[in-house]
């Protein structure tokens, strides 16, 4: 089994709100990636959790904050959020960090910012 | 700095007609190549890695080759359910996926 869940699909937020994206795999992964991808263009990495702990951060807005509680589930947690944060935003696991292992990606949370 | 560039941009095809997706990239320290493919709204799906030059890997109607500069993403014998954008992402010394802008693949019937 390769599967990523997302939770949930779509989400609207207003730019008080405070919301939370949430990420399960059950494949034994030590790796964990969050990604955001806007219309058109490729995924862009944000955050990767190695072995439950922040190993990279791409230099993204503190309105957005990872948390990895356990080896299994990844949360992004959403604050103040501005209009041009609207994307899909992608979970992914690998076997580990690096080593050129495959990332499977989950089905995506569809964000809308208004 | 890490660079990657797909051509095309897009490829429209007939059903059946047989066509390559180029992958040109600069890596420093390339670890592996991936290609996946994405349908629109929904994540990216893993098909091959690729870890060395002269490497090739294939699955149904697609052949992934890899040179030390390029990949190709051959496809033969289109069918419309290929229709997709086909994202390629080597992984350098960074152990990060550098992904191209993609090429949106359309399969007419």
């Known amino acids: 089994d390769t599967e990523v869940t997302q939770t949930p699909k779509h989400l609207v937020m207003g730019m008080t709100n405070k919301k939370s994206l949430k990420c399960e795999q059950h494949?034994?992964?030590?790796?964990m990636y969050w990604y955001k991808q806007k219309a058109k263009k490729p995924p862009e990495l944000m955050f990767v959790?190695?072995?439950?702990?922040?190993?990279i951060n791409e230099s993204v807005p503190s309105r957005f904050s990872p948390e990895c509680p356990n080896s299994s589930l990844l949360n992004l947690h959403l604050h103040a959020l501005q209009p041009e944060d609207s994307a899909l935003y992608l979970c992914?696991?690998?076997?580990?960090?690096?080593?050129?292992?495959?990332?499977?990606f989950g089905p995506g949370t569809r964000l809308t910012v208004t | 700095e890490d660079q990657v560039t797909q051509s095309p941009e897009a490829l429209r095809l007939q059903e059946g007609e047989s066509s390559s997706l180029n992958c040109s990239y600069t890596?420093?320290?390339?670890?592996?190549l991936f290609w996946y493919r994405q349908d629109p709204g929904k994540g990216p799906e893993f098909l091959f890695t690729?870890?060395?030059a002269g490497e090739e890997k294939e699955k149904e109607r697609l052949k992934a080759t890899l040179t030390k500069k390029e990949s190709f993403l051959h496809i033969t014998a289109p069918k419309p359910e290929d229709s997709a954008t086909y994202l390629c992402?080597?992984?350098?010394?960074?152990?990060?996926?550098?992904f191209g802008q993609g090429t949106r693949l359309t399969i007419n019937p």
């Open positions: 959790y190695s072995y439950e702990k922040l190993s």
């Open positions: 992914a696991s690998s076997p580990g960090p690096g080593g050129a292992y495959e990332q499977y």
């Open positions: 690729l870890y060395s």
């Open positions: 494949m034994g992964h030590r790796a």
């Open positions: 890596v420093s320290g390339l670890r592996g």
């Open positions: 992402a080597p992984e350098g010394g960074a152990q990060k996926l550098v």
